[in-house]
């Protein structure tokens, strides 16, 4: 260098290894129904699966579920409550500890909306006994497990 200025080496970053996320999923319960819709993102394509997404920095569960369930469907939700996590290797490249929310909705006559019809085709009020098929893989794995999202009375 003609200024006698040292050149900084080129450093090459190595690909960080894929990481787990955190998601949220929501239990979303009216009667004895609950909110699901097919899949349309690449992870779960055509599966029945509930509302939710992933965990923001900061966020508390019950917020992200709040935020997740507006964006993806528009209704508000109401009465949120912890239920369960577990911990999904959906493939190669996805690694999820999914967190369970139950709510229901604030209004029981508002409808759901498909505001990202990108991820999602629809979404529908389903009996918890008479689920449609198929169902995202990890919440199939929930519901052979013998799992009840309802409140026991
Ligand atoms: N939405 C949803 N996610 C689930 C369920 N079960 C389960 O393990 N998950 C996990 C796997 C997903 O990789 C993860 C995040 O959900 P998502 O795939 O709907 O994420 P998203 O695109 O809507 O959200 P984002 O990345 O924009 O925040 O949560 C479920 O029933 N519904
Ligand atoms: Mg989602």
Known sequence: ?????QQTPATTTP??????K?????????GSKVLLGKRLSAVGHSTFALPGGHLEFGESFEECA???VKEETGLIIDKTE??????NVISEKVHTVCVFIR???ADINQKPE????????????YEWNNLPKPLFGPLEDMVQSG???FPTT
Do not use: Q
Not at 1 to 5: L, Q, S, Y
Not at 119 to 124: E, L, R, T
């Open 22 to 30: 955190v998601g949220v999923a929501v239990f979303l319960l009216k």
């Open 147 to 149: 799992f009840n999202p």
């Open 103 to 105: 709510a229901v909705p």
């Open 114 to 125: 498909t505001l990202e019809p990108d991820k999602c085709a629809g979404w529908d009020w």
């Open 66 to 68: 709040t935020r997740e």
């Open 82 to 87: 912890y239920l369960t996590v577990t911990n």
């Open 15 to 20: 690909p960080s290894p894929p990481m787990p």
């Open 1 to 5: 260098m003609e200024n006698g200025a």
